[in-house]
């Protein structure tokens, strides 16, 4: 069911969380403001976007049960999956181009982006924006493919301007920009959700989030070459940009609506060159709402199967981490244990903060506390925790840029030890329960 961006939307439809919008829509800002009406409920499916033939969809997971459906495993075994897929990557399978569907049309010459419905999501957004498409390059050295997803302006019929945060991508790039050539790019828009996924995950440097996919689907994904760079692309893809990123080469980008739900600034970034473009027969553009949980979880989700194991590493009782909506899915880690020793908590808090940059406070509770309930942790800080004896703040940290409270990402950290203290005496923390509740079905009480 997750094997194609169109055999999930099926999915989707046939479970009665696809929302099929008939009525024209507007790409500014309309097709952006009905998909978050519907956040956590249904999927979007635009047919009749102005001026357009091609219909819009977003949302196409937006819940940790979605993910779960699409991996074929219930919420709590998603990050043991993935940890697995990223620890064992297996090769793609290459296809023939006329085995590929995203090859039915190829576009070399009068390249215009206008062809697609491409939304402006925000009110101060500097334009159409692509914030859905698998961001792929590769490392000429070791022929390794990166993958990832980058937001994308518009900036003209055959130019993008692009974010790229320092991490794999942008260091491909470098090396590329610093030798005076441009970077190979291929933008990969309406894959599956899985592939979407893994596109995400955080690995070591070399390691093609492709094969993650592969690892994750139980069998390799079909990957085809491009026309005109030298990228493989997945085959089953709706639609596939082709181009290079150019070397000393910045133009204005920006500001654009962020996941953290506040604009990330207008500034000089680097600039992509649409050199091809190919798509299947009636494609269909893929957006993301950013700051929706569409966006929110698919870096969630990475980073847990990550933090997880970093904790354990320190901490092997760790039973739960959740990265919670309210803290973006980026900057909030809660985790639970079960204490064994006096200062584990303090230990998780530590290896949590160690795991990502972007994590900027920590909670750590007892295994009995439900992490994914916020009022259950809320209550935990309330009752068990001493400000003068469990918090631990680290000042002069580099985190988030995207954080408007940092300077420029240099900032602050903090933890919460909200564990119960081991030595102290049974009945004080022990919470208050009323026999027979859990068993108790109270449509057998009232009519
Ligand atoms: N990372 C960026 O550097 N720039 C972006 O504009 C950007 N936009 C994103 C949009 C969405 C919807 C999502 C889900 C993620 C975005 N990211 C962005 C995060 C990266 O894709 C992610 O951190 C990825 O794992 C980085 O991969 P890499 O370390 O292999 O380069």
Not at 21 to 46: N, R, W
Not at 275 to 297: D, K, S
Not at 402 to 409: A, E
Request: glycine share 6%; with cysteine.
């Amino acid at each position: 069911r997750a094997k194609s961006f169109r055999s999930w939307l099926q999915y989707l439809q046939k479970t009665d969380r696809l929302a099929v919008i008939d009525k024209e829509v507007s790409l500014q800002f309309e097709v952006a403001a009905a998909t978050k009406k519907l956040d956590g409920i249904k999927a979007s499916y635009f047919t009749n976007v102005e001026e357009y033939e091609i219909p819009v969809v977003s949302g196409i997971c937006s819940t940790r049960e979605q993910f779960a459906e699409a991996l074929e495993t219930d919420q709590y075994a998603i990050l043991s999956k993935f940890s697995e897929a990223v620890s064992a990557p297996v090769e793609c399978r290459h296809v023939e181009k006329r085995q590929a569907p995203v090859k039915e049309n190829i576009i070399l010459n009068d390249i215009n982006l206008d062809l697609f419905p491409i939304p402006v999501h925000h009110e101060k957004d500097s334009g159409k924006y692509i914030t859905a498409g698998l961001f792929i390059v590769r490392d000429p050295v070791t022929r390794k493919q990166n993958v990832s997803i980058h937001r994308l302006q518009i900036s003209g019929k055959d130019k993008l301007g692009v974010l790229l945060l320092p991490r794999h991508t942008f260091h491909l790039y470098k090396q590329a920009e610093e030798a005076g050539r441009p970077l190979e790019c291929a933008i990969a828009i309406g894959v599956d959700p899985i592939t979407l996924l893994a596109s995400q995950a955080s690995t070591p440097f070399g390691v093609d989030e492709l094969e993650i996919a592969s690892a994750l689907r139980e069998e390799p994904l079909e990957v085809v070459r491009c026309e005109t760079v030298d990228i493989d692309v997945p085959a089953c893809a709706e639609i596939v940009l082709e181009g290079k990123i150019l070397p000393k080469v910045r133009e204005p980008e920006g500001p654009f609506g962020e996941f953290p739900k506040y604009y990330g600034p207008r500034g000089e970034k680097e600039v992509v060159q649409i050199t091809g473009i190919t798509h299947r027969n009636n494609p269909i553009f893929y957006t993301i709402v950013p700051a929706g949980y569409e966006h929110l979880l698919l870096g969630g989700i990475p980073r847990e199967a990550s933090l997880i194991q970093t904790v354990r590493q320190t901490v092997p009782t760790v039973k739960a981490v959740h990265m919670s909506p309210g803290g973006t899915c980026r900057y909030h880690a809660i985790i639970s244990i079960k204490k064994r020793n006096e200062g584990e908590g303090k230990n998780a808090i530590i290896a949590a903060l160690a795991n990502s940059f972007d994590i900027k406070h920590v909670v750590v509770v007892d295994e009995e506390v439900d992490i994914f309930n916020t009022e259950e942790v809320e209550w935990a800080i309330a009752t068990r925790f001493q400000a003068d004896k469990d918090l631990l703040v680290i000042h002069g940290t580099q985190g988030s840029k995207l954080d408007p409270s940092t300077d420029d990402g240099y900032g602050s950290k903090m933890g919460f030890d909200c564990t119960v203290p081991l030595n102290s005496e049974p009945m004080r923390y022990k919470r208050i329960y009323i026999p027979g509740f859990d068993d108790m079905n109270i449509h057998d009480y009232i009519n």
